[in-house]
């Protein structure tokens, strides 16, 4: 399916309890002081600052397992926000060295490496990684000289890796004995309540939520994470309220201030979204995923060249992240930069194997340069239809292989937002074929087809809301 790969999801505070390593108070050096600063910056959830003082710290001290282990901490926690494989796998080197050099298997330290275990998992589609989670926890999990917090703690991190392998009953088991060990173990609690989002109706997941906020009133987590359940059942307004209260409890809480401008971006208020982005902003001018949220509100008001401009740092910001040049891709796309957009596309190609949906894309940007990478499409070509899926039949479509109205019957998702995500897409490469044959006023009633189907995290759908926007501009190509 041809989702964008990085239109921020809602940011999920990940509170799982790294007890980050506390510097030793009396070695007042220029390094231990760069330490306690980046422990700073990890829980103010500042990945990059922290990120870049532990380098400092690592220039005078290759094997300082402190620095490592906190490096390791915020790589993971950035390229999970970010979905940088590459970082988190970064981070999990980290954490693994840092377990190494402290040498007495110090319990916290197999946290983050369990986390990002298990979130890579998800990012890589491979269980392997969530089952090498697992077995480490379980290791952990068979010391007797671990404190309350520390066993708890473990419970939750394993708890993590069955649920990415999709062993609900079983994390919810060690879920339920992290919160017997430790009544108060708020990622525990959460988790509970996403378990019930993903498992219940939306009456008795709701009601999970909201016990958590009763048990944790001024913890501005559990106002997060509730406004992003209300999010994510079409309650706009409650989530709002929800995003309002965790910022009104922290100011600082830079999370709930994207959720707030995504909650916007989903309901169509564009202006209200690149405000409340640009509050974020003001508290972390560094949050990439508040820039790139930030420019697709400005892409849906036709202020392009801000668009681009923030889609342009925030690549700059993680040159490695297929995600960043995907996203600057599909803005240079459809501001008609199609050499540039070929360009990002195919850079993201290249850092990624879970890119294959870029392909219509790529061959749109081709078709328009008329300079056609035949040799890339030569499988999806030859393909037999029995085994052709929606990424093979938007490719045919452009080629002339198949009609419009034979692409429409092949969506064929088994869920109906996964069908109707795929219509938004098929109405939008067709609007884009009949525009690039100068039939623009057909063109605009296909993108009005597309842009029906509300999906702001959809690439296609954000197309055709531009299209429509600059129909009288555009040219045929």
């Not at 999970?80 to 319990?107: H, L, S, Y």
């Not at 668009?307 to 297929?322: F, G, T, W």
Request: charged letters at 20%; one cysteine or more.
């Amino acid at each position: 399916m041809l989702r964008s790969l990085s239109l921020a999801l809602p940011v999920w505070i990940a509170v799982f309890s790294v007890c980050a390593t506390h510097v030793d108070a009396q070695r007042p050096t220029n390094a231990g002081t760069l330490k306690q600063q980046a422990e700073a910056a990890y829980h103010k959830r500042e990945f990059s600052k922290a990120i870049e003082l532990t380098n400092q710290a690592l220039v005078a001290t290759a094997n300082d397992h402190e620095a490592l282990y906190v490096r390791g901490s915020s790589r993971i926690e950035l390229g999970i926000e970010a979905k940088d494989t590459q970082m988190v796998r970064d981070g999990i080197a980290d954490t693994r060295e840092a377990i190494r050099f402290e040498g007495n298997g110090k319990p916290e330290y197999y946290f983050p490496y369990i986390y990002g275990m298990s979130h890579l998992t998800e990012l890589e589609g491979k269980n392997n990684h969530a089952e090498s989670a697992l077995t480490v926890a379980d290791s952990v999990l068979e010391r007797q000289d671990l404190t309350g917090d520390q066993r708890a703690n473990l419970h939750y991190q394993r708890a993590q890796a069955h649920s990415q392998l999709g062993k609900f009953p079983e994390a919810e088991a060690d879920l339920n004995k992290a919160i017997q060990i430790s009544p108060s173990h708020l990622a525990s609690h959460m988790l509970l309540a996403e378990f019930a989002a993903k498992t219940g109706d939306a009456d008795s997941a709701s009601a999970a939520y909201t016990r958590v906020v009763q048990q944790f009133p001024t913890n501005p987590v559990v106002f997060n994470n509730r406004g992003m359940f209300y999010q994510s059942v079409g309650r706009a307004a409650d989530a709002i309220n929800d995003f309002n209260k965790a910022i009104q409890l922290d100011n600082q809480f830079i999370p709930a201030y994207i959720n707030r401008g995504y909650a916007y971006l989903e309901a169509g208020d564009s202006v209200n979204a690149e405000a409340a982005l640009n509050q974020a902003l003001n508290v972390d001018p560094n949050q990439s995923g508040a820039i790139s949220l930030r420019a697709t509100a400005r892409l849906n008001q036709n202020k392009a060249q801000e668009a681009l401009a923030d889609y342009r740092k925030v690549v700059e910001m993680s040159p490695k992240s297929p995600l960043a040049h995907a996203d600057f891709g599909f803005a240079q796309f459809f501001t008609g930069n199609y050499q540039g957009a070929l360009n990002s596309f195919n850079t993201a190609i290249s850092l990624s194997n879970q890119t294959r949906f870029l392909f219509p894309w790529k061959l749109a940007c081709e078709i328009r340069l008329n300079s056609v990478d035949q040799p890339s499409y030569q499988s999806m070509l030859t393909k037999p239809e029995e085994k052709q899926d929606w990424v093979d039949k938007l490719v045919l479509f452009q080629f002339g292989k198949l009609d419009a109205t034979n692409l429409l019957k092949s969506a064929s998702a088994s869920d109906p937002s996964g069908r109707e995500a795929q219509y938004c897409e098929g109405y939008y490469f067709i609007g884009m074929e009949l525009q690039r044959r100068g039939r623009v006023q057909d063109a605009i009633a296909y993108w009005k087809q597309a842009a029906n189907r509300k999906n702001p995290k959809l690439s296609a759908y954000r197309g055709a809301v531009y299209a429509i926007g600059n129909a009288n501009n555009t040219t045929t190509r």
